[in-house]
């Protein structure tokens, strides 16, 4: 296969765990005889800090304009105060919308050898593997309308949470699928008892599922869904969510699998005529200011984006599955970063990981 792709480095230890991704990416398509093409825009801070925009408008044509994004991540401090457009993190945003990736997966899955990195007890979650899947373009996060009025000390500030059965319908639809592709149980999260746009998640969700018989659904109210998944992490398939209830669950969820520098993500949209789903692929972890440009981030996460990229966009489930190998034996080796417990740096284990393939 011929593709393009455009790298998106971002922020703190974006830029330093997408280079290795980059690097491993490269090292596959040579085994694999693909040809690829990689292109670097802007996004976040950086990308303010050079153009005044976190989503210019040069990247957005180029991030619709490719086959499949990489992104690393965003978030600088120093904007605190502006207005969430002029943020770093309203870049993500922005290129969400703009590529239309209404559904993010993000799998937890456990590793064997990394059982001790989990600060919960080992016969809790072994065999942990489960799919978050995060409705990405809706509720708090784009709802209008919203913003921060009046004065000091008499201010008001509104978020509208609003969700359309259209929205909810395809989100709900990519779960069941994804399910039947793996143990076919579907866990819907929401707050049914409280919130009308969680009522009529859990409606229309029931409507979609009459559609897929073969797959088991239960709904579970966000609270006791942030509880379960500590206590009985193997009891969950696929988790389908709001958005907002999604970024919260993955972050905890994270710990399941030793690390959320283990954590990888894939938003995707609707597929273009050359058959390809558009896709974003970001690790799910943040731009980490604190460790940034120490060469000490677990480049994992961004490196199994990368898989992800080539099984979701591409289908190229053996390129994937070889990146998860070579990911398995770096992880039995012990030669990992520090949040693994190692004494790695980020290009060793990018190194090793593409010395395995
Ligand atoms: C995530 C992040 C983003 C989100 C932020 C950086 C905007 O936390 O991808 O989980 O809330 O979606
Ligand atoms: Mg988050």
């Not at 991030?63 to 309203?90: H, I, Q, T, Y």
């Not at 016969?123 to 996060?141: A, F, H, K, S």
């Not at 592709?181 to 999260?189: A, G, L, N, Q």
């Not at 988790?239 to 919260?248: A, P, Q, R, S, Y």
Request: proline share 5%; with cysteine.
């Amino acid at each position: 296969m011929k593709f393009n792709i455009l790298s998106l480095p971002g922020d703190g230890i974006g830029v330093e765990v997408t280079r290795e991704a980059i690097k491993v990416l490269n090292v596959v398509a040579g085994r694999y005889k693909h040809e690829i093409e990689i292109r670097e825009a802007l996004l976040g801070g950086i990308a303010i800090q050079k153009t005044g925009q976190p989503f210019p408008d040069e990247t957005k044509a180029l991030a619709l304009e490719a086959d499949a994004v990489l992104m690393g991540a965003v978030g600088l401090p120093g904007f605190e105060k502006e207005p969430l457009e002029k943020r770093p993190e309203g870049g993500l945003l922005g290129i969400r919308r703009a590529m239309g990736v209404y559904a993010n997966l993000r799998p937890v899955f456990l590793f064997e050898s990394l059982l001790d990195s989990s600060p919960l007890k080992n016969d809790l979650v072994r065999g942990t593997d489960m799919l978050i899947v995060r409705e990405l373009l809706g509720g708090l996060y784009y709802g209008q309308p919203k913003g921060i009025e009046g004065e000091y000390p008499n201010e008001r500030a509104v978020n509208t949470m609003v969700y359309t059965r259209m929205e909810i319908e395809r989100i709900a639809k990519m779960a069941f699928e994804l399910a039947r592709r793996r143990r076919k149980k579907v866990t819907s999260v929401d707050k049914e008892n409280v919130i009308d746009c969680s009522r009529l998640w859990r409606r229309v969700v029931m409507d979609v599922h009459k559609d897929y018989p073969d797959v088991e659904l239960q709904h579970q109210l966000v609270d006791s869904c942030a509880m379960l998944l500590i206590t009985k992490p193997k009891s969950f398939d696929v988790v389908l969510t709001e958005n907002m209830f999604g970024d919260i669950l993955s972050d905890e969820a994270s710990v399941l699998a030793g690390s959320i520098g283990m954590l990888p993500s894939a938003s995707i949209g609707a597929q273009k005529p050359n058959g390809v789903f558009t896709g974003l692929y970001e690790p799910v972890h943040g731009s980490a200011p604190d460790i940034a440009g120490q060469n000490k981030a677990n480049p994992l996460a961004a490196i199994g984006s990368v898989g992800a990229m080539l099984e979701y966009s591409f289908g190229l489930k053996e390129e994937s599955a070889a990146i998860t190998r070579a990911m398995e034996t770096v992880l039995k080796s012990g030669d990992v970063t520090a949040d693994l417990g190692g004494t790695k740096t980020t290009v060793e284990v990018g190194d090793a990981v593409c010395a395995a393939l």
